[in-house]
């Protein structure tokens, strides 16, 4: 009615995690990467303590992302995975049969008091972002600091040159290369007959 206010409740669609792990003989790696409900990217990069198999650092980046989501006190949120394993063992569609998966995979799915925690399988093509995240960690070894390894956008565009400045680059050159310059009679000349070409003096 005219006269009354209405009331308005506008619902924000839920944060996405991506998250995907890499080991290999010398590391393992995971990456996770947030969308907020805004469209900001947020994105994260473990390098593991521990050899492991992949199977193992995809759990070690399931469950560093969702104690994130624990931290950032969101509950509703959407979470992808490149892992079929993975993501069917938390659906119950695999079963679960190595020992050492077994705590991790309990440890996330007693994580589901969640209020709407949803999982889905996608590609390793649309997960690309954790995927590099996670291959950039396992590479790299990694103090026991934490390290910001700053990633910027960028392109380099060659400045167009004269012939004028050519010929200022070429007087350039040629000075320096007669200030670098070594007489016969210098004491040092030796010494670079010998550098350079191996010839020693006749002085021993």
Known sequence: LPDEDVLIIKIRPPWKMYFDGASHKEGGGAG?????SE?????????????CSNNMAEYQALI????????????H???????????????????VKKPELLPYHNYAKRMGWLRDVEHEHLPRRDNKQAGALAKLASTL????????IPICKSWVIPPIF????DDMFQEEENHVMEVFEVEEEDWRQPLV????????????
Not at 193 to 204: E, F, M, R, T, V
Request: net charge negative; charged share 25%; proline share 4%.
């Open 64 to 75: 560093f992302g969702l104690e994130m989501v624990i931290d950032t006190k969101q509950r």
């Open 162 to 165: 004269s012939d004028d400045d």
């Open 39 to 51: 469209g900001e990217v947020l994105p994260y990069s473990f390098t593991l303590t521990q050899n």
């Open 32 to 36: 996770v990467v947030f969308v907020t």
């Open 77 to 95: 949120i959407k979470v992808y995975g490149d892992s079929q394993l993975v993501i069917n063992q938390l659906f119950g569609l695999y079963e």
């Open 193 to 204: 007959d010998y550098l350079k070409y191996g010839k020693l003096p006749n002085d021993p």
């Open 141 to 148: 070894l990694m103090t026991d600091k934490e390290a910001r």
